[in-house]
């Protein structure tokens, strides 16, 4: 299998507690909300209503961090590989020469826990190649790297 | 290189035939009281409009102009809002010159330049008189392989006929089509019913009447485009002429073809036939763009034998590989209509697959022209041990998918391909 002798790198571990305090703020706010609207007809429909938001908040949890751990990328020398979902595994391979631009963009969450996330565009609409949740140093020496390969090896249409 | 040449202007009726169904719509409200003669009160509302219309327009064709500046196309064009446009000619996926009904009647033509890259658009020179339309894109096509001095008029008319398409055939088997079947099939069963009850006839063409006239006039549109089409091979690439009211005539450059797309609907295949597509790089399908820019892809061949297809497609792409390996029976539980035809081959520069149930498609991808590769399993593909493969291409809408292929052939040919994707891209094109 392809990339099995590569060293994979993974997203910062930081991108899981990102991850985990954007589920655990809408979890805490599904429950508030579930609990009033339950308990406007008795105290139970409010109790169970809460606690349903907790256990679906709970396995939110549960598929955020395999989808955190699945996301995974390794630099070769002439392509990029990058690994994602759990669901849909998928493996993308995106030649450096093909490369026709890089995005880097970090969003508020991502922001405030200092990471970026890495998008590589090629001519093609349907190539996919996001990283997400690198840390700021790590997205802009990759972002760097890149553009510095894709210009080398860059090919026409 | 040629140096910087001075602006030029478009052709002076350009606006009124940029406007077309407006102005004939106009000519048609307008010619009654025209033709009556009278300037009573009541029609000047109407002149001043007109006027209005017609000093708009006339402004519009001043404050336009273009010129070849060495190896770019530039156009500016805005009065208020000044836009400067510039095309690096190197960048020409193909050119097409255009002529819709009315132009026709001008004796003027479109130029349509489209351009590489998902942000690339299209540069259009719309309008030029009718006889400078054909050495202007020769001189571009001449720009765009930088080879810039002038070739003679005869070397450019040096051209084989490839194939070409009997207006009755292209008919009979637009009839014949999947679409055009149903759509008969509907007109037929709505005749009978208005001749046994009519009432159930105007209930039903109540009710449908909106997909109705879709379908129809997708069946005139494909009819139209592809009227009298002719397939030719010429020193600078394969050029498709065709058009009932609108002509178009169309160069594709050699080497520029993304991928080749051959459709086969149920009732063509018992006569043989096929259809073959070509898609050459250009911006993706967008919201909110004009009918030119989302109409389907190019077709080299509207209808034709296999024989003649796949003689067509050696030209197209190289080393044309045959749709030989299929897929383990167990993919019967996961796609049990397209794992009758489900398929895919590949030589060492191109890969083809094939899919389908009603209509059967067949895509090749030269394997220099892949941008990406991806391997994808769907939760229901890895119970089964199945994977897919995709490769991703600049084109607009075709996309090659080794679908459904055991787990271990998908690894494999994903690391194949890779390799040879590789070297397709460093080998000769």
């Given amino acids: 299998m392809i990339g099995t002798d590569q060293d994979w790198r993974r997203p910062s571990p930081r991108l899981l507690t990102a991850r985990r305090l954007e589920v655990g703020v809408v979890t805490a706010l599904a429950a508030v909300a579930c609990g009033l609207v339950g308990g406007l007809s008795s105290a139970l429909a409010g109790g169970v209503a809460a606690a349903a938001a907790l256990v679906a908040g709970g396995l939110a949890e549960v598929f955020v961090r395999r989808r955190v751990r699945a996301w995974s990328y390794a630099e070769r020398d002439e392509d990029l590989l990058v690994r994602r979902g759990v669901l849909f595994s998928r493996l993308s391979v995106v030649p450096y020469g093909r490369m026709q631009f890089i995005d880097v963009t970090a969003g508020p969450v991502e922001r405030s826990f200092g990471l970026a996330t890495v998008r590589l565009h090629t001519a093609a609409a349907s190539s996919d190649a996001r990283i997400p949740g690198l840390v700021r140093a790590e997205a802009d020496r990759l972002r760097d790297r890149l553009a510095e390969l894709g210009e080398a090896q860059a090919q026409g249409l | ?429």
């Avoid at chain 2, 102009?65 to 190197?90: A, C, K, M, N, Y």
């Avoid at chain 2, 190019?298 to 792409?317: D, Q």
């Avoid at chain 2, 895919?344 to 520069?349: A, E, H, I, P, V």
């Fill in chain 2, 1 to 429: 290189m040629s140096g910087p040449v001075d602006w030029r202007r478009l052709h002076p009726l350009s606006p009124v035939v940029r406007a077309g169904r407006a102005t004939i719509g106009l000519v048609v409200v307008l010619a009654p009281s025209a033709l009556v003669g009278r300037t009573s009160s009541s029609s000047l509302p109407e002149l001043g409009f007109v006027g209005v219309l017609a000093a708009l327009g006339f402004v519009s064709w001043l404050v336009t102009r273009w010129r070849i500046d060495g190896d770019d196309l530039q156009i500016e064009t805005g009065l208020i809002r000044r836009q400067s446009l510039r095309f690096p000619l190197s960048q020409v996926q193909a050119i097409d010159i255009v002529r819709p009904g009315l132009a026709r009647v001008v004796r003027v033509a479109e130029l349509r330049l489209r351009m590489a890259g998902t942000t690339g658009g299209t540069a259009r020179l719309a309008y030029l008189p009718e006889r400078e339309a054909e050495p202007l894109r020769a001189q571009l096509l001449a720009l765009a392989h930088g080879t810039a001095e002038q070739r003679d008029a005869h070397d450019d008319e040096r051209e084989v006929v490839l194939a070409s398409v009997a207006p009755v055939r292209l008919a009979v088997s637009i009839l014949l089509s999947d679409i055009g079947f149903f759509s008969v099939g509907i007109l037929v069963g709505l005749g009978l019913a208005a001749v046994f009850a009519p009432r159930v006839a105007a209930a039903i063409l109540g009710g449908g009447a909106v997909p109705i006239v879709g379908s129809a006039t997708l069946l005139w549109r494909r009819f139209n485009q592809e009227y009298r089409l002719t397939l030719a091979e010429a020193s600078d690439g394969l050029r498709v002429r065709s058009g009932l009211i609108a002509l178009t005539s169309e160069t594709i450059r050699p080497g520029r073809v993304q991928a080749v797309r051959m459709v086969e609907p149920f009732i063509w295949r018992r006569f043989g036939w096929c259809r073959l597509e070509v898609d050459v790089a250009g911006r993706q399908r967008r919201k909110g763009e004009g009918e030119a820019q989302r109409r389907p892809l190019r077709a080299v061949l509207p209808v034709g034998s296999r024989e003649l297809a796949f003689g067509l497609l050696r030209r197209l792409v190289p080393d044309v590989p045959a749709a030989e390996l299929r897929p383990p029976p167990r993919v019967r539980w996961k796609s049990p209509l397209r794992y009758r035809f489900l398929a895919w081959g590949r030589s060492d520069r191109c890969v083809v697959t094939r899919t389908g149930r009603i209509r059967r498609v067949t895509v090749w991808v030269p394997l220099a022209k892949a941008q990406s590769l991806r391997r994808v399993q769907g939760p229901l593909q890895r119970r089964l041990g199945l994977a897919s493969v995709h490769l991703d291409t600049a084109g607009r809408n075709v996309h090659a998918t080794l679908r459904d292929r055991d787990v271990a052939e998908a690894d494999r040919a994903l690391g194949d391909l890779v390799g040879l994707c590789r070297a397709a891209r460093r080998g000769p094109p």
